[in-house]
């Protein structure tokens, strides 16, 4: 399974931004999709996770200003991301499950930066 994370950019604080995230391979049993992010000296985090049925997960701190989406007939997952502020500044990754063969893939990062 292949993962291409886009869309990272740089923009001003209330500002707008959607990374997409392409999977590709053999992608059959994969099922929940996320994005995690990575400040710089912090751990990475969750950031949204998405079912196959489309059900939806958020961390706290972007709950209201970021929606997570999917489509399945192109295997691309969205993260809409509204009213960023300069803590949003991260590298998002997209990452995929696989509960038959128990695996996690992760895509190259993507760099979202906000400035003040």
């Known amino acids: 399974v292949q993962l291409q994370a886009s869309g990272g950019g740089l923009v001003q604080a209330g500002g707008s931004l959607r990374l997409s995230c392409a999977a590709s391979?053999?992608?059959?049993?994969?099922?929940?999709m996320g994005w995690y992010r990575q400040a710089p000296g912090k751990e990475r985090e969750l950031v949204a996770v998405?079912?196959?049925?489309?059900?939806?997960n958020y961390a706290d701190s972007v709950k209201g200003r970021f929606t997570m989406s999917r489509d399945n007939a192109k295997n691309t997952v969205y993260l809409l991301m509204n009213s960023l502020k300069p803590e949003d500044t991260a590298v998002y990754y997209c990452?995929?499950?696989?509960?038959?063969?128990?695996?996690?893939?992760w895509g190259k990062g993507t760099l979202v930066t906000v400035s003040s």
């Open positions: 998405i079912t196959s049925s489309g059900g939806t």
């Open positions: 990452r995929a499950t696989d509960p038959v063969l128990g695996i996690l893939y």
């Open positions: 391979g053999s992608i059959f049993s994969i099922n929940i």
